[in-house]
């Protein structure tokens, strides 16, 4: 009899008991480094996290850090062949948010439209994104032109939200 399965007629079902393999608890040792090096990154001068593969905690705990210090979130995020910029501006007063930004920010979002219209032509044929003010993604792009539009975006957004 395999293990995990039921003998037919005889007692329940249990399941086989699962190993965690070295592989696992390194990935887990790695996201728990990167999660302290994003928190560390916040508090430094560095505009955006810059993260390649599996790293949820890092994000995590960068998205907190840029919260406690109230400036938008930037990732630079590795996808299989491309990179992907990803922007989260936390509003803690969605009301004086509002009533801040009602008159530019159709200025600050045009502005943005342009900076992703910048990227040359041969990376917009696979460009996809959603721009919001408080939200959105750019992916499709090079490394390069990601880490530009991080810092583009950068400034664009912390005058806004800090």
């Known amino acids: 009899m395999l293990p995990g399965r039921r003998d037919r007629g005889i007692g329940p079902w249990t399941p086989r008991p699962i190993a965690q393999s070295p592989s696992q608890s390194a990935l887990e040792e790695v996201s728990v480094m990167n999660a302290n090096k994003a928190s560390n990154a916040a508090s430094t001068q560095k505009n955006y996290l810059l993260v390649e593969g599996n790293t949820f905690h890092a994000v995590n705990a960068y998205f907190m850090s840029c919260a406690k210090l109230r400036k938008p979130m930037l990732v630079v995020r590795s996808e299989k062949r491309y990179w992907k910029v990803e922007w989260d ?71 806004v939200f800090a």
């Open 89 to 159: 501006c936390i509003i803690q007063d969605h009301e004086k948010f509002r009533i801040r930004l009602e008159d530019s920010q159709d200025e600050i979002l045009d502005s943005m439209i342009e900076k992703i219209n910048s990227i040359s032509d041969s990376e917009r044929k696979r460009l996809n994104w959603h721009v919001k003010l408080d939200v959105g993604y750019v992916s499709g792009i090079s490394k390069s032109a990601a880490e530009k539009l991080a810092k583009e975006y950068f400034d664009i957004l912390n005058p």
